[in-house]
């Protein structure tokens, strides 16, 4: 067998009706997955699930009760569920004192507690059947809270936590990682690419020079799914182009140093070549 194929597999993808989540759906479908993609009543789920030949079913990941019976029905409708992957997620930008306590309610409620919900529903069903995998969406915001975005820092780094702890909970019969992308082009964050004067400084700053991909992230997403990662568990693979790099802050200065130095030096060169 393919240390990458997921024929073997059923996956219930969370959020799966779009941006990151349908290029996960997609991407574990392809490699022999059977699907099935959840999200929120009113998405387009089921368009979103169509061409895979998917399951879809419409649940808020806020309720409990309905994340019970939406885990529930995708394991009996998919003939089981070896994979789950929580993606779905949404985010706010303010500064921290103007959040109400609804807005905060509804950050944890989302980002965190859903991901809570769904694990605890679907890990049954993995020790019964012997094996599973998790994998769960958190954020470089999750280690390093982003300006205006700390509820759902602090939401992103309860979903670490939950990640790390059923890791060594469920040993060795379910592993479970996180993934923390950086920025990454989806509904999400369409705004940043309507705005050059926003994208073009962020794209500076990564190493790799771009923002990502949603498929960027399905990819590390299905090598997380697949055998390929068979001894890597409680782990959280950061997908950021390297931005999240630890530097001195003093970075883009030095970068502006040398280019101008360089631009300095290049008449020099020029001259002593001729
Ligand atoms: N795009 C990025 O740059 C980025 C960066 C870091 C982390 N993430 C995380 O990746 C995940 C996917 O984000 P995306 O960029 O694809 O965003 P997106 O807004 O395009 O997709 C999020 C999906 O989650 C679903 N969802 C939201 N609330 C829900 C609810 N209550 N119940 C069920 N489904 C719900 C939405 O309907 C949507 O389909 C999120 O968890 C997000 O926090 C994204």
């Known amino acids: 067998m393919e240390v990458d194929s997921l024929d073997q597999d059923f996956a219930v993808v969370t959020g799966g009706a779009r941006g990151i989540g349908l290029a996960i759906a997609k991407r574990l ?64 930008l303010q500064p921290m004192h103007e959040y109400t306590n609804q807005q905060w309610d509804d950050l944890i409620a989302v980002n965190l507690s859903g991901t809570f919900y769904a694990m605890r529903a679907a890990v049954p069903i993995m020790l019964e059947a012997g094996r599973g995998v998790i994998v769960n969406n958190a954020s470089v915001s999750a280690t390093d809270p982003t300006r205006g975005e700390l509820p759902y820092s602090a939401a992103k780094a309860g979903v670490l936590a939950l990640t790390r702890g059923a890791a060594q909970e469920y040993g060795p019969t379910i592993r479970i990682n996180a993934v923390s992308p950086g920025v990454i082009r989806s509904p999400m964050t369409e705004m940043l690419y309507k705005n050059p004067a926003i994208l073009e400084p962020v794209e500076r700053s990564v190493p790799l020079e771009r923002t990502g991909e949603a498929e960027e992230v399905a990819d590390v997403v299905h090598f997380l799914c697949s055998e390929a990662s068979r001894y890597i568990t409680g782990q959280n693979i950061v997908i950021d182009g390297g931005m999240n790099i630890p530097q001195a802050g003093i970075d883009s200065v030095l970068k502006m140093s040398l280019d101008m130095m360089s631009r300095a030096r290049r008449p020099e060169d020029e001259s002593s070549d001729g």
């Open 29 to 92: 479908h392809r490699a022999g997955a059977k699907v099935a993609l959840l999200d929120r009543p009113g998405s387009e789920v089921s368009k979103a699930a169509a061409p895979l030949g998917g399951v879809a079913i419409e649940v808020d990941v806020r309720d409990p009760d309905a994340v019970d019976q939406a885990i529930t029905s995708a394991n009996q409708r998919l003939g089981g569920l070896t994979i789950l992957i929580n993606n779905a997620g949404t985010g706010m």
